[in-house]
T-cell receptor, first 115, second 113 residues
Framework: NAGVTQTPKFQVLKTGQSMTLQCAQD?????MYWYRQDPGMGLRLIYY???????DKGEVPNGYNVSRLNKREFSLRLESAAPSQTSVYFC??????????????FGDGTRLSIL | DQQVKQNSPSLSVQEGRISILNCDYT??????FLWYKKYPAEGPTFLIS?????DKNEDGRFTVFLNKSAKHLSLHIVPSQPGDSAVYFC????????????FGKGTRLSVIA
């Protein structure tokens, strides 16, 4: 019963370094999402993938790229990390309903600090 | 422009009493609303949801009320327990199916024994 698994759990980067955050789900969900959570800001959507083979920008996509590698995996890449990208990153997934909404299931997050 | 607003950053309630968490939204196209609960160092977990065709949904100690005309929803927890201490996020979706959720900033609930 792993659900949504994120790796790594913690990471410290220097400004300008690149990094890929990994996310995998074992619930056979079609849709996957990346959020960031900053103090006092709630959860903000970075990118999402409604189904395998598609990706779309969310509210705060600048500085990030994503890859939907297959149905299970959705990665988030920071090409040149900036201190403003210090945050907690959450991956989520949900089943694809036909008019019936399904709640998103979240991983436990990756805590990323950029110095 | 914040479409989902949780105006109370924090709330303290005594054990056994009712906790009421409030959420307001501005987008009249929202038709599906959810509450998530988040403990420190964990991801948010789904708590309860409500569709715009209903005005109330109940699940055990948790009840969500929706007032569409006021664009307001609330989460009631009765009775409150110390284990309910967490951050609660309100979220909303504008379309059926799996569209991205819009989250509020959260309310930190502390239930005091």
């Amino acid at each position: 019963n792993a659900g949504v698994t994120q790796t790594p759990k913690f990471q410290v980067l220097k400004t300008g370094q690149s990094m890929t955050l990994q996310c995998a789900q074992d619930m056979n969900h079609n849709s996957m999402y990346w959020y960031r959570q900053d103090p006092g800001m709630g959860l903000r959507l970075i990118y999402y993938s409604a189904s395998e083979g598609t990706t779309d920008k969310g509210e705060v996509p600048n500085g990030y790229n994503v890859s939907r590698l297959n149905k299970r995996e959705f990665s988030l890449r920071l090409e040149s990390a900036a201190p403003s990208q210090t945050s907690v990153y959450f991956c989520a997934s949900s089943a694809q309903g036909t008019g019936i909404n399904q709640p998103q299931h979240f991983g436990d997050g990756t805590r990323l600090s950029i110095l | 422009d914040q479409q989902v607003k949780q105006n109370s950053p924090s709330l303290s309630v005594q054990e056994g009493r009712i906790s009421i968490l409030n959420c307001d939204y501005t987008n009249s196209m929202f038709d599906y609303f959810l509450w998530y609960k988040k403990y420190p160092a964990e991801g948010p977990t789904f708590l309860i949801s409500i569709s715009s065709i209903k005005d109330k949904n109940e699940d055990g100690r948790f009840t969500v009320f929706l007032n569409k005309s006021a664009k307001h929803l609330s989460l009631h927890i009765v009775p409150s327990q110390p284990g309910d201490s967490a951050v609660y996020f309100c979220a909303a979706s504008a379309l059926p199916g799996n569209t991205p959720l819009v989250f509020g900033k959260g309310t930190r609930l502390s239930v005091i024994a």
